[in-house]
């Protein structure tokens, strides 16, 4: 089985930036997606970005696109997620997942982390 760890988040101020990583203990098939979702208290699990594991396609919701970056590292079974200018707004616990298509739906993961605490404060 895939088991997935996420590290890096924390308190930020509006403007500044953070670097998540998800690191996978298990093995990643080449048709995988390596996907970022947010959680604020009292709102649903919303997608953030993608990659696909083989071709590195990338996928972003409207409210990061030009924000953040996501990529990964397939030698160490790694995903990060580079978020700059952030906002409030981007206040949640963020989950890392690995799983099929369509990337934008929690439905298509198998696997999820334990997610990490961003906050951004104004």
């Known amino acids: 089985q895939v088991q997935l760890v996420e590290s890096g988040g924390g308190l930020v101020q509006a403007g500044g930036s953070l670097r998540l990583s998800c690191a996978a203990s298990?093995?990643?098939?080449?048709?995988?997606?390596m996907g970022w979702f947010r959680q604020a208290p009292g709102k649903e699990r919303e997608f953030v970005a993608a990659?696909?594991?083989?071709?590195?396609?990338?996928y972003y919701a409207d409210s990061v696109k030009g924000r953040f970056t996501i990529s990964r590292d397939n030698a160490k079974n790694a995903v990060y997620l580079q978020m700059n200018s952030l906002k409030p707004e981007d206040t949640a616990v963020y989950y890392c997942?690995?799983?099929?298509?369509?990337?934008?739906?929690?439905?298509?993961?198998?696997?999820w982390g334990q997610g990490t605490q961003v906050t951004v404060s104004s």
């Open positions: 997942a690995a799983g099929r298509l369509p990337p934008e739906l929690a439905n298509s993961y198998d696997y």
């Open positions: 298990g093995r990643l098939f080449s048709s995988y997606v």
């Open positions: 990659i696909t594991w083989s071709g590195g396609r990338t």
